[in-house]
RNA sequence: UAGAUUGGAGC
């Protein structure tokens, strides 16, 4: 089995999909029961080329053989079942290993927060996060990060910047994306100092701002009907030699266009024709 | 078998 298996493994590794499913038959025919890392094994090659579904349908097999899946299969099968935007049979594998008393690790956590969040289940989120928080795991900045911005997607504010705080007094540093997040709902909700305030405190707790941020900037200052305030913080970001994406150009000129601000959205695609000249 | 998952615009 471990021969076969190891086999297996590798031909995955190596993309040859159809070349490991036929070694799976080869071994049944020889009478050799594939066991879970077998079949986890194949989840993972397929998976990894984003073929859920195959991925899924040994999943199916390996259940129908009563051969018991751990939590590598599990963790396969979650993700696999997220990334098909299938939610609530996630939800329900999620269910079921913890009923087989595994444990789920803090990856399964991250996976199934981040698809509820997409999914608007913000609320199924915060319950997750809270049973996460009851367990023996510790959550880090990449949990909360995905939490965070549940909250700010919802429109919930308030909640996010708790969320923050309640991160820092446990120890666990809020990064660049947990506060391009914070700005970015602040800048969303209308609140455009505090959003400001965000961004100023960012750097100085050594988070210096990205493209990412100053454009989340940018946009709600555009938005919000500051569009000078975003043309300044262009400026500075050009001093910053921070280069502008194909995202902020869009943004701005998105803005500019909805301001009637005709010169300056000529002057602003100037610059994006010169910027993509010399960076093709 | 250890993968997958977090922030910005328009359409």
Redesign the pocket.
């Known amino acids: 089995v471990v021969t076969y298996?190891?086999l297996i493994?590798g031909l995955g590794?190596a993309g040859k999909l159809e070349e490991a499913v036929s070694l799976l038959r080869e071994m049944e025919k020889q009478g050799c029961e594939p066991s879970?890392?077998t079949y986890?094994?194949l989840?993972?090659s397929f998976?990894?080329r984003d073929q859920l579904e195959e991925s899924l349908s040994f999943y199916d097999e390996m259940i129908r053989k009563g051969c018991i899946p751990?939590?590598?299969?599990y963790?396969?099968v979650i993700?696999c079942l997220?990334?098909s935007n299938d939610v609530e049979k996630a939800l329900e594998a999620f269910g079921r290993m913890k009923e087989e008393s595994w444990e789920p690790?803090?990856?399964?956590y991250?996976?199934l927060?981040?698809a509820l969040v997409r999914d608007e289940k913000i609320h199924l989120a915060l319950q997750i996060f809270h049973e996460l928080e009851g367990s023996s795991l510790v959550p880090d900045?990449?949990v909360y990060?995905?939490v965070v911005?549940g909250l700010v997607?919802s429109n919930r504010v308030d909640e996010a910047c708790k969320m923050v705080d309640s991160m820092k007094s446990r120890n666990i540093s809020p990064?660049?994306?947990?506060?391009?997040?914070l700005l970015?709902g602040l800048g969303?909700a209308g609140r455009l100092e505090e959003a400001f305030s965000v961004f100023t405190k960012m750097s100085e707790e050594g988070c210096e701002?990205?493209?990412?941020?100053?454009?989340?900037l940018m946009?709600v200052l555009g938005?919000g009907g500051k569009i000078n305030h975003a043309l300044t913080i262009f400026r500075t970001m050009t001093k910053k030699n921070i280069a502008?994406?194909?995202?902020?150009y869009?943004?701005l000129l998105?803005s500019l266009g909805k301001e009637g601000r005709v010169k300056e959205a000529q002057e602003i695609k100037r610059i994006r024709f010169l910027a993509n000249q010399e960076n093709p």
């Open positions: 298996t190891t493994d590794k879970v890392v986890s094994s989840m993972a998976a990894r751990d939590v590598a299969t963790s396969l993700n997220c990334r690790s803090l990856g399964i991250k996976t927060l981040d900045t990449f990060n995905v911005n997607k990064d660049l994306i947990t506060y391009s997040s970015d969303k701002p990205d493209v990412v941020a100053y454009t989340s946009d938005k502008p994406d194909a995202v902020t869009s943004s998105d």
